[in-house]
């Protein structure tokens, strides 16, 4: 039997004190049973046959048979290999590397009958012993209660340190306490004017009448920029109301342009129908007589006047187109100038309204009263502005792009002068 090493949780069951009790098949009963009388101990024998384990019979199951009436007598003269074959247990077999856990573990999984049946360890060199339940479960009752000795040194050096934290923390929480007692006194002292602090208020409160009086030139200086922007609006206001009596005018004149023009149109229609007239009666005495009588030169010579009068219509309307044009580049050229001067007004009252809103987040930005100096509040002019003055001037260029493309549609003498020309040559006898 070997003896146990010091107890670790690594233990494996070839540490365990073991027997040393194997016989070979052919060995008769009654040695075994003389071998279990002389050693008490010992769990059982293991039945070996040409170094071939053949099985195991533990104490126990041998006196079980033997106490029976004639096993004896059958038992004991015959080879131990009888009395195995009629037990039929097999037997538990494990390497010596199992730990004690697993061992015991495997023990019980086994039938509630063979629970207590030795174990045989089998040894690296190949040999074979027997390892009694009840020592197995002894080692691991001693694994567990020395286990259970690391865990109550642990938890009472658990509650040491946790001890140990409580009064750190105990610590820990006055040192804070008294940091925060020593702020409140620094605060307090800072908080106490002295005589820098004095100092460097004196100076912030110089600044601070020097940004006032800054202030009140700025608001001068806006309130002239003001000034400027509307009397500039007053003089683009007139001019445009100049521009608009001027486009008026204009309108008229070319209202009365186009009334000439209808009754040129009206004469040269007429002339038409006269030519058209005389062309056919022109046909007609040519068809009727081989040769020309001296009637048809009379109407030849009244189709040439009337080709005159034609051509002098034609050169009038043109002229009257041209003045027309003229006209309306005249009216357009004033339209776009409105609109410059209402542009130019524009941009002059964002640029004061822009510097007005400057100066009012500079005053709400650091909270200043208002200058005493600027009583009189910034003039209140009650007139067009200058968005609709714009809309105004763009409906007028407008109207006039429209009058050019009724002009462009009504330039049509020299169409109807060589209509003429062409129904003349075509009916000349």
């Known amino acids: 039997m070997s003896n146990p090493t010091q107890l670790t949780p690594d233990l494996t069951i070839g540490h365990l004190p073991c027997h040393h009790f194997q016989v070979s098949a052919a060995t008769p009963g009654q040695v075994v049973a003389e071998r279990f009388e002389q050693e008490p101990d010992l769990p059982g024998v293991i039945i070996t046959h040409e170094s071939q384990v053949l099985g195991m019979i533990s104490r126990v199951k041998f006196r079980e048979q033997m106490s029976l009436p004639d096993r004896l007598e059958i038992y004991g003269q015959h ?3 009888a009395l195995l074959d009629f037990i039929r247990i097999p037997p538990l077999m494990l390497s010596e590397n199992w730990k004690v856990d697993d061992a015991v573990q495997a023990s019980l999984n086994r039938h509630k009958d063979l629970i207590y049946e030795p174990i045989v360890v089998v040894m690296e060199n190949e040999s074979h012993l027997l390892l009694d339940v009840q020592t197995l479960v002894i080692a691991q009752s001693r694994l567990l209660a020395q286990a259970n000795k690391v865990i109550q040194k642990h938890r009472v050096e658990r509650q040491k340190y946790r001890a140990i934290i409580k009064e750190e923390q105990a610590k820990f ?6 940091l925060k007692s020593q702020q409140r006194q620094t605060e307090k002292s800072q908080n106490l004017p002295n005589f820098h602090q004095q100092a460097a208020m004196v100076k912030q409160a110089e600044e601070l009448a020097q940004m006032n009086q800054r202030f009140v030139r700025i608001a001068k200086l806006i309130s002239s920029e003001g000034r400027q922007a509307f009397q500039a609006t007053f003089q683009g206001a007139n001019s ?5 009596d001027k486009i008026l005018g204009v309108g008229k004149a070319i209202a009365n342009d186009l009334e000439t023009v209808n009754r040129t149109s009206r004469t040269i229609r007429e002339a038409i129908e006269q030519v058209r007239h005389l062309a056919v009666q022109v046909a007609v005495v040519t068809n009727q007589m081989g040769s020309q009588p001296s009637g048809l030169s009379q109407v030849s010579l009244e189709i040439g006047r009337l080709a005159s009068k034609t051509f002098e219509l034609g050169n009038q309307m043109e002229q009257i187109a041209s003045r027309f044009k003229l006209r309306v580049h005249e009216l357009t050229q004033a ?3 409105g609109a410059n001067v209402a542009k130019s007004v524009t941009i002059k009252i964002d640029r004061a309204e822009m510097a007005l809103l400057e100066l009012e987040e500079l005053i709400a930005e650091k ?4 200058p005493t100096a600027i009583t009189e509040p ?11 003055l714009v809309k105004d001037i763009e409906h007028a260029e407008v109207a006039v792009y429209e009058l050019e ?8 003498s020299q169409y109807l ?11 000349k006898p």
């Open 378 to 388: 910034l003039p209140v002019i009650k007139s067009v502005t200058a968005d609709s």
């Open 335 to 337: 339209a776009r100038a």
């Open 240 to 244: 445009i109301c100049n521009n608009t």
């Open 173 to 178: 929480q006055e040192c804070n306490e008294l």
């Open 79 to 81: 080879p131990i290999r």
């Open 367 to 370: 909270d200043l009263p208002s």
């Open 405 to 412: 493309q009724r002009v462009q549609q009504q330039d049509s």
């Open 417 to 427: 002068i060589q209509k003429i020309q062409q129904a003349l040559k075509a009916k």
